[in-house]
């Protein structure tokens, strides 16, 4: 079985937004462009193809990521030719609580198209996905959408992409008209107008550009060409000596910057009405990266840690990146990976090189939202779901079995909101534990534990929205109905000073005894510089460092894992108020041992109770989480909604203006926010708004910690 297009002409791309500027209209429209769909389904409506679940529908927001397969033939080419590209596409939620939604797709995306609503411009989870997208070296254009609405301003929006995400945003396109008298759009490559007429702008018009707009044009087409003539020197000297370059020469360089991540195209339209769609998708052939113009994927060789690189090839062996699991009432359990390289067929045997399981690849389907097309073989490039697969969760490599790798596993912000859990009945009780899992295992920033001293069952997560969701999808789709307390804040615990501690544990109850003896210094852990290399003898974890220093073979080698092991476990219950502990270093300077009865369960003891001596002395305090705040508002309200966020122990960081709305930018602690959104609703007439992320941990002041350690006892 060949594959039906070739890797040059396949584009896997996410678009990525913050909520409300227009992303699943995006996506309906091109699914509607792409011979898909037959008709848009719109998000007010509740009939969209990516937001297919009762929940999102119901309150029109994207919950979880949709993949969509489509095929595209450039508005330039042949009419009546066959669709030339294959568009692997992702549909990203945009609410904050939803973020881990964002970063695992553009894990194994390889470009992006990132939507801003043409009236607010760059928002709180633009900036979020805009980092994420950077930490992976995505390559991106940018939709200014919306531009039909009320206050709409590209020009303003454009500048709030230069000043709050990149300097390297260039205008391609600029509008012809805003807000009613929104009509098309003007593209600076050609210098020609496109409007979009008849059955949902369907029919594009290419026109000269209207008298009012040329010199506008004109001088921005100046700055495009001056951008990109500047990434290649000997463009640049002929073009400094009055010759401009070829339209396929100026398009070709654009592409190698843009995939470098040096130059971000910028266009616009209005999806809702169906202007500039299109064109978006015409960039993103033009601009936006194949597999073979990616980097050859990074992994570990499973037995000897060595760096091994894949390329895009379908010769090479079998690599794949499972990043999202999803519960498929008709089907079960879905397994959505991205091939890095090498080919799969249904029916043969697959490898988990991170848990060293093998199981029977039964089916794979490729997806259309909550539609299915069954596939027999997914080539390198491509994004496919495996039905079935047992050991595969989230982060998991799938590889052949003669050339195993481990690609870089995917990484999740920890949760900062938490609730208690209870079921209803004891049919719900021996339900819950399973539909809990299976909820978890979707979703890694949806995290559950229980409480030692009391038994109970404790819900973590992004935000309240998110566990409010996770409880109705406990009822609706695992038909378990359950009891839930209060939000509770993820509070942590950290050291600010430096302590030793020496333990030795020594038990003689007749017959061999335990014996273990060790030494340690606690101090907080310094960031990792950039560059440096870890040293042999440092292990290091996301929020904790242990340095073996034991010199002349004082403790055996076989004991130091119990010890690390024994700290470790000794951080998941805090000094102070039982919170699990973050940024700690632990040295391992010292010890001894017996010959016959040193033990790794007296070393892990040891460990333990140093640890906690230790911690005891070096400055503990509590970190409590802070939320980066938006607040939105007319302006009469403003002086009551800045005392309020004042009163809350915030830090107001800014104001600016959005249309005929203010905007109050604040760092404020999630324990004072909990139902503000009612609050902010009440002072401003129902006319504010207010939107939430997390942004850092901080330590708390004495008072509060003092009320917190209270309420723990």
């Known amino acids: 079985m060949q594959r039906d297009y070739s890797l040059d002409k396949v584009r896997n791309f996410g678009i990525i937004a913050h909520i409300d500027a227009g992303k699943t209209t995006v996506s309906e429209r091109i699914l509607f462009y792409t011979g898909m769909t037959h008709k848009i389904g719109e998000v007010h409506e509740g009939e969209t193809v990516t937001d297919w679940m009762e929940q999102e529908r119901e309150r029109g927001i994207t919950i979880t990521a949709a993949a969509i397969t489509c095929f595209w033939n450039p508005t330039y080419a042949p009419k ?255 397994t959505f990976f991205r091939v890095y390289s090498g080919t799969i067929e249904a029916g043969t045997y697959i490898y988990n090189s991170t848990t060293g399981d093998k199981e029977r690849l039964g089916r794979i389907v490729r997806l259309q939202a909550d539609k299915r097309e069954e596939v027999k073989k997914v080539f390198a490039g491509e994004i496919a779901a495996a039905v079935g697969l047992r050991s595969a969760k989230t982060s998991h490599t799938l590889c052949d079995e003669n050339n195993p790798i481990i690609l870089d596993p995917i990484k999740f912000v920890d ?156 951080m998941d219950r805090g000094i102070v108020a039982g919170y699990k502990m973050v940024n700690v270093s632990c040295e391992l300077t010292y010890g001894s041992y017996h010959d016959v009865d040193s033990s790794e369960i007296a070393y892990k003891i040891a460990g333990s109770q140093a640890f906690q001596d230790a911690a005891k002395r070096a400055r503990p305090v509590i970190l409590e989480p802070i939320m980066k705040v938006e607040a939105i508002m007319p302006e009469q309200f403003m002086g009551d909604i800045t005392g309020s966020l004042s009163g809350k122990r915030g830090q107001i960081e800014g104001m600016d203006e959005r249309g005929m709305l203010r905007v109050i930018h604040a760092k404020v602690p999630l324990s004072e926010m909990f139902g503000y959104t009612t609050d902010i609703r009440s002072m401003t007439q129902g006319r504010g708004s207010v939107m939430m992320e997390f942004d850092h941990y ?14 723990r006892k």
């Open 80 to 334: 009546g030719s066959k669709p030339e590209y294959r568009f692997n596409i992702i549909d990203t939620p945009g609410h904050i609580d939803f973020t881990a939604e964002v970063k695992r797709s553009l894990r194994v995306l390889d470009g992006a198209v990132v939507v801003f609503d043409g009236v607010a411009g760059v928002e709180p989870q633009s900036e979020t996905n805009w980092r994420y997208a950077d930490d992976g070296n995505v390559s991106r254009i940018c939709f200014i959408n919306k531009l039909d609405r009320t206050g709409a301003s590209f020009e303003r929006s454009f500048t709030s992409i230069l000043d709050r995400l990149t300097k390297n945003a260039v205008r391609l396109q600029i509008p012809i008209g805003l807000e009613e008298k929104f009509e098309g759009v003007i593209d600076l490559m050609r210098m020609k107008a496109f409007y979009f007429e008849g059955n949902m702008g369907m029919t594009i018009r290419e026109a000269e550009i209207p008298a009012e707009f040329l010199e506008e044009a004109k001088k921005y087409r100046h700055e495009l060409i001056e951008k990109i003539v500047e990434q290649d020197d000997t463009l640049m000297a002929s073009y400094l000596e009055g010759k401009e370059p070829s339209l396929e020469v100026l398009k070709s360089t654009l592409r190698k910057a843009t995939l470098a991540v040096k130059i971000i195209p910028v266009l616009t339209g209005s999806a809702l009405k169906n202007k500039g769609v299109q064109l978006v998708l015409d960039a993103v052939v033009d601009y936006l990266p194949s597999p073979l113009d990616m980097p050859p994927v990074r992994g570990l060789d499973p037995t000897t840690n060595e760096e091994i690189f894949r390329k895009a090839s379908d010769t090479e062996p079998f690599a794949a990146l499972a990043f999202k699991l999803q519960n498929d009432p008709f089907v079960g359990q879905l």
């Open 698 to 711: 901080e330590v708390v002041p004495p008072n509060v910690e003092k009320s917190i350690v209270e309420s």
């Open 415 to 570: 949760p900062v909101v938490s609730l208690r859990i209870e079921p209803k009945t004891k049919a719900d009780q021996e339900k819950m534990g399973m539909a809990l899992k299976k909820l978890s295992d979707e979703d890694p920033t949806f995290v559950i534990s229980s409480n030692i001293d009391t038994g109970e069952s404790i819900i973590s997560g992004m935000g309240e929205l998110h566990l409010e969701i996770m409880v109705e999808r406990l009822k609706r789709e695992f038909g378990v109905e359950v009891n839930v307390g209060k939000p509770q804040v993820a509070y942590r615990e950290t050291i600010l000073g430096t302590a030793e501690a020496e333990q030795k544990y020594i038990k003689q109850t007749g017959g061999k005894g335990q014996y273990g003896h060790v030494k340690i210094t606690l101090r907080p852990m310094e960031k990792l510089v950039e560059g440096k290399k870890i040293a042999k003898n440092v292990k290091r974890y996301e929020d904790f460092e242990f340095i073996d220093s034991i010199k002349g073979g004082v403790i055996p080698q076989e004991f130091i894992p119990a010890v690390e092991k024994g700290v470790h476990e000794a």
